[in-house]
């Protein structure tokens, strides 16, 4: 009897063993050695670049109305959910005043053209991304070949330690089953639902940019929003950052934000 | 020893009954919590965290304060504390148990839990976090069973405990270190980058810790026939004052740095916290009672009279515990997350859902603690005979 408990208990504690050297004899092993090497190339139409970024022309929009259009888009093909209780709201793109979305431009007396009109905020899928260096699964990360800050919605914990550390407020939690807070006939059946406990935010439709569709908001503005690579000098962001002077949203954090205003 | 945790009288197992009780309606809301989502507490995008990660955070420090005892005994070799450090570190364990539950409870996908070590992120402080926590939780279970045992048979503890005694030293700073890391590091979140966050959190640590402690000698003195000492409690008791003191001196270094650079982003999340901001104020009250409770707590443990009284003594460290738990529990969340950063403010009042079922895993933290100083009780007791 006690001598099967003892080798119980030296198997249990070898297996544990294994189980926990796991990680590390991956990382150690070479990568040919762990399996059929796995190559992902992007479609035949697929935009690529080496940073994504974005410039939005603030002087195009005048009155929150004109802001609609693209909030709506994108919440539409994201199947973002509506919640009329605020501490359950989930945004990706919306709308806000001047000293909102640059506290750190404290004037007091600016351009009442700038300061009256509306501002759209939103992931600025940062180049230095602060949720990135805090989650502790890797389940936010900066995809490699295109700059933009993903979410593995399937590893995520909902520890929310990613919003604590994003200085925009761009990321949203899904305290409750997000599926309630959509309508069935409106979805979008080609971009996946989420679920309850896990964080969400704006991805610069990646599942588009693979297919060769810009984002959904750039596309629907009329050209007020231009999308590009960042890393091309004749890209037309670059052009346009060179044109116009241009503000990013708390830039002295050194996150390095990949959304430019022009105002 | 466990079996010495199963004799007790009528009292002790009503008292156990009643634990037993307060924990099953917290885990019955915790279910409904799974089922609905976070939705019933009181979070929200913009005050992401709440009563669960406050209380995680005070308690982290609970456990860090039961070294005060532990360090004196076993590196200044001040025997006194030999009476009473078992029950410095079996109060770690017991907070360190209410640490990992208020994390699990605090997780919007708590089945998921196992990819913080199936994905290990070097670069997140919450993998070290995690990793202290466990190290020191077993640090305490191993060195505080093996001395009791040692004492129950009357000999020395074995040799091997002695290094494991010194790691928990350094073990006991870095839970709370990298409990402050967790939130001095974010940038764009002015309350909490600051370089003094984790002294500022060893400091109240190491007063609230010994101040429970101090609580808990009386309280075994009145209820069994182990008597932790007088001069025990004393040492405790100028522990504490000497440590509230660094803390609220600590607290007014913040207050200089961010209202003489007079730079907002600093300031406004004080001036929400004590005077309000934009109309909004709900913290107002808390935070100058906290400072008050502070302050009179400051008076009676620093007063040679008023300490060495022993009823005006446990006052003392009665009002230090709630003061430093409004001020790093509360304080801490609400000042960090409003305003936030879009300037708006959206504050934050739990629920009463999400307050039971914290108080459902306090309930089970003073179970475990319960069954444990039954134990140490038990032993002294038979020791003594």
Known sequence: MKSSRRRFIKLAGIAALG???????????????????????????????????????????????????????????????HFSDKRHVIKWIWETHFHNAFPDIPNRFISEAAESRPYLVLCNHCENPPCVRACPTKATFKRENDGIVMMDMHRCIGCRFCMAACPYGSRSFNFVDPRTGLNEKEMNPKYPTRMMGVVEKCNFCAERLAVGQKPACVEVSNGAIAFGDLSDPNSEVRHLLRENFTIRRKQNLGTEPCVYYIV | ???????????????????????????????????????????????????????????????????????????????????????????????????????????????????????????????????????????????????????????????????????????????????????CGLPGRGFWLTAILAPRFLSSAFAAGPALLVLLCLFVRKVTHFDPGKEQIQSLGKTVAYAICINVFFFLCEIFVAFYSKIPEHMDHIKYLFAGLHGHGIMVPWMWASMSLMVIGIILTVNPATRKNETTLAVGCAVIIAGTWIDKALGMIAGGFVPNPLHEVNEYVPTLKEICITLGIYAMGALVLTILYKMVVGVKEEVRA
């Open chain 1, 19 to 81: 189980l926990g050297a796991q990680p590390a004899i991956k990382a150690i092993a070479p990568a040919a050695q762990t399996g059929p090497q796995v190559e992902f190339s992007p479609g035949p139409n697929a935009l690529t670049a080496k940073q994504w970024a974005m410039v939005i022309d603030t002087r195009r929009f005048n009155k929150p109305e004109d802001l609609e259009p693209m909030i709506e888009v994108c919440h539409k093909t994201h199947n973002v959910p």
């Open chain 2, 1 to 183: 020893m466990l079996e010495l945790a199963i004799k007790g009288s009528k009292s002790y197992w009503i008292w156990i009954v009643a634990l037993l009780a307060v924990i099953g309606a917290g885990f019955l809301l915790y279910l409904n919590q799974l089922t609905v989502g976070l939705g019933i507490t009181g979070m929200s995008r913009d005050v992401s965290w709440g009563f669960y990660i406050a209380n995680f955070t005070y308690l982290v420090g609970v456990a860090a304060g039961g070294v005060m005892v532990v360090l004196p005994y076993y590196l200044h070799d001040y025997k006194a504390y030999g009476r009473i450090t078992i029950m410095g570190e079996f109060l770690a364990i017991a907070a360190l148990i209410m640490c990992m539950l208020l994390i699990v409870v605090d997780m919007g996908q708590p089945m998921r839990v196992a990819n913080v070590f199936l994905y290990p992120t070097f670069n997140s402080v919450l993998l070290y976090d995690a990793t202290v926590l466990n190290g020191y939780l077993f640090i305490n279970l191993i060195v505080g069973w093996n001395v009791l045992q040692a004492e129950r048979n009357g000999v020395h503890y074995a040799h091997w405990l002695k290094p494991i005694i010194y790691i928990s030293i350094p073990f006991a700073v870095s839970i709370h270190t990298v409990t402050a890391y967790l939130y």
